[in-house]
């Protein structure tokens, strides 16, 4: 999937560099307008079969910037699956970089939506997003309903889900 099918041209804005590592390939993202919505974006690059520690880095840098912007995030679930299976069989760098950024996002106080045309994702997806949606639609929806949220709420969500998901 990927993010240009579900915009109109011109409204993505992808974003580059880093000032103390080198540029992760492995996943693009920036900064979008769905309709009227603004959001931070990011999803694996095609071409990319690993997700390396320096790429997580720019997941962090987009979720800072979502943060500081007020934004809500849209994810693809080919991302989040990707990170989900890479934790499994990655080395204990790749781990920990995926770990930081969960830990990350636990506590990120804007809306993470997760966009995905297949039918099912996995649980990882479904503990992290507070949202999860098929089409542009149902997307430009849900960030309107969950933008008007309290972060509070939001994280206290996903700490929910995060505990119940360990407990069962």
């Known amino acids: 999937m990927k993010f240009q099918d579900f915009t109109s041209e011109g409204v993505l804005i992808e974003l580059f560099g880093d000032r103390t590592e080198q540029i992760g390939n492995a996943i693009v993202g ?97 503990v992290l997003a507070d949202g999860i949606v098929t089409n542009k639609s149902e997307a430009i929806q849900m960030i309107r309903e969950l933008i008007q949220m309290p972060k509070e709420k939001l994280q206290l969500g996903r700490q929910q889900r995060i505990v119940s998901s360990a407990l069962s």
């Open 30 to 126: 920036g900064l979008a307008w769905f309709g009227s919505e603004k959001v931070v974006w990011a999803e694996v690059h095609e071409n990319s079969e690993i997700i390396d520690p320096s790429s997580i880095r720019r997941l962090q840098r987009l979720l800072q910037i979502s943060t500081q912007t007020g934004r809500a995030t849209l994810l693809s679930g080919c991302l989040i699956d990707q990170l989900a299976h890479q934790v499994q069989q990655a080395s204990i760098k790749r781990r920990v970089a995926i770990q930081l950024w969960v830990n990350q996002v636990v506590d990120h106080p804007t809306p993470i939506v997760i966009i995905e045309q297949r039918a099912k994702l996995g649980a990882f997806a479904k």
